[in-house]
């Protein structure tokens, strides 16, 4: 069966620091994948998604990138973090060619201080 | 692209009660309308969805309709319970990249 590892559950970080969140998924391959920002009560903004290796798209301008230097893994980077990035951070893969639901990760809760 | 728009926003329904949330969807080639559950703190997690070429589909207590003329789609949970307090979210996507676009959510609270 396919599991998606998510890491750390928690993180404080001062503003100006880097960032650096891993996602890895097991039991499947070529997923597509994605990381979703959720604000406190808010809904959930697509942040990047990658259909392959090296494949990155980026949906909103920010202060963040995504690699994916591996099928399985991607990972979610900063080079300084801002105040305005704390939030909840949610990694999802779903299988290729469209139709089927995300599964999440189990989340990162990043606090930016 | 697409843009889905959720409602209502919070909801409260008394135990036992039946409780409705609806999205619209802006891009009719959208083929794929999932719903999440998420637990306070937790990740969101899939509990029902359709495709465009049924209009309803039921899983015990939940059920989703689909209207594509209308490019709507609701879910409904009858018989609630305290364990149904979440917020619900629902989405719209089409093939290819398989995208999902969210709504806003649904803080539903059941109430005894």
Known sequence: ?113 | GENVEQHPSTLSVQEGDSAVIKCTYSDSASNYFPWYKQELGKRPQLIIDIRSNVGEKKDQRIAVTLNKTAKHFSLHITETQPEDSAVYFCAAGTGGGNKLTFGTGTQLKVEL
């Not at chain 1, 650096?20 to 809904?43: D, F």
């Open chain 1, 1 to 113: 069966s396919q599991t998606i590892h998510q890491w750390p559950a928690t993180l404080v970080q001062p503003v100006g620091s880097p960032l650096s969140l891993e996602c890895t998924v097991e039991g499947t391959s070529n997923p597509n994948l994605y990381w979703y920002r959720q604000a406190a009560g808010r809904g959930l903004q697509l942040l990047f998604y990658s259909v392959g290796i090296g494949q990155i798209s980026s949906e909103v301008p920010q202060n963040l990138s995504a690699s994916r230097p591996q099928d399985r893994q991607f990972i979610l980077s900063s080079k300084k973090l801002l105040l305005s990035d704390s939030g909840f951070y949610l990694c999802a893969w779903s299988r290729i060619g469209g139709g089927y639901g995300y599964t999440f990760g189990s989340g990162t809760r990043l606090t930016v201080v």
